[in-house]
């Protein structure tokens, strides 16, 4: 018969390898678990470094490409629906975004007549739309007009007053000094313009041929071409636009005006928050 110190020791024996087993296995794995990692090498980094910046240019150039981009107005031309120092988004895809069809760097084109693929419309422009454009003289300036007649419109002039298919065309019209408005874009194109549009020069209203027609006096009539839009400034009287340079070809149209992100007031040097999220129209 076994005594109670025997079974004690027997339940030690039997206990105790169990035990040692555990402590190995356990120690191996904390060996393992132990193990640094080795440092990143500088070539390492640099790569990440330039995988994660490299990613983000290519989103942010789709994204301007395809979807939005940024502008600034810098002249009076479109006032008071758009005022001096405001930034505005502009909606890229609406119309239809394209490819680029030249590739720029500044003014210095690298390469020309690219293939254009262009993505399919959701609408066309309609009368009443805030446009971006390529200037059709220098495709290097973008500007920004409303349209105000489209494809098979007749645009008439009669006694100083604009009217469209034989309806007079109310818009938010100004009249204040300043010149025509192109729209640099934010990230530092040219703060245009050419030749400023004198007052007394909104006497005429322009044709394709670039000839001009009286305002007042004996009626004169233009049809807009098929392929494009008939563009002018809300501030009429000192806008360069349809009157004086044609029709617009669409295929010069960025997209539409949408929202107001940002505005500075340059003489007060404060930002004009109450504008700030306003919807173009």
């Known amino acids: ?13 039997e206990a105790e390898p169990q035990g040692d087993g555990g402590k190995v296995e356990s ?3 904390a060996g393992a678990k132990g193990k ?36 600034r107005i810098p002249t009076g ?28 760097i500044g003014k210095l084109t690298l390469v020309d007549d690219l293939p254009v693929l262009q993505l399919p419309a959701i609408r066309p422009p309609r009368q009443g739309d805030i446009i971006v ?7 290097n300036l973008d500007y920004i007009k409303r349209c105000v007649a489209v494809a098979g419109d007749t645009v008439a002039v009669k006694d100083g007053v604009l009217s469209v298919n034989g309806q007079i065309y109310e818009s938010n019209f100004g009249d204040r000094d300043g010149d025509h408005s192109c729209v ?3 990230q530092g194109g040219e703060n245009c313009p050419p030749p400023r549009t004198k007052h007394d020069q909104s006497a005429y209203l322009g044709n394709s041929r670039n000839h001009a027609w009286p305002w007042a006096g004996m009626p004169q009539t233009y049809v807009v071409p098929e392929g494009h839009i008939f563009m002018m400034g809300d501030n009429r009287y000192n806008s360069l636009d349809s009157r004086y340079w044609g029709a617009l070809d669409v295929n010069l149209i960025k997209g539409k005006a949408m929202f107001l992100y940002w505005s500075w007031d340059k003489d007060r040097h404060l930002p004009r928050l109450n504008r700030i999220g306003d919807i173009i129209r």
């Not at 018969?1 to 024996?13: A, F, L, P, T, V």
């Not at 640099?46 to 940024?70: N, P, S």
């Open 1 to 13: 018969m076994m005594s109670k110190q025997g079974k004690s020791n027997s339940r030690k024996q």
């Open 27 to 29: 120690g191996a794995t």
């Open 36 to 71: 640094a990692k080795p440092p990143k090498s500088k070539q390492n980094v640099f790569v990440e470094y330039a995988k994660a910046i490299g990613t983000a240019l290519v989103i942010a150039m789709l994204l301007r490409q395809f979807i939005f981009q940024a502008f």
């Open 77 to 104: 031309s479109m006032l008071e629906t758009l005022q001096i120092g405001d930034f505005l988004f502009v909606n890229k895809f609406l119309y239809g975004a394209k490819t680029p069809d030249r590739i720029r």
């Open 133 to 139: 454009f390529e200037y059709p003289r220098d495709r």
């Open 184 to 186: 640099p874009d934010w």
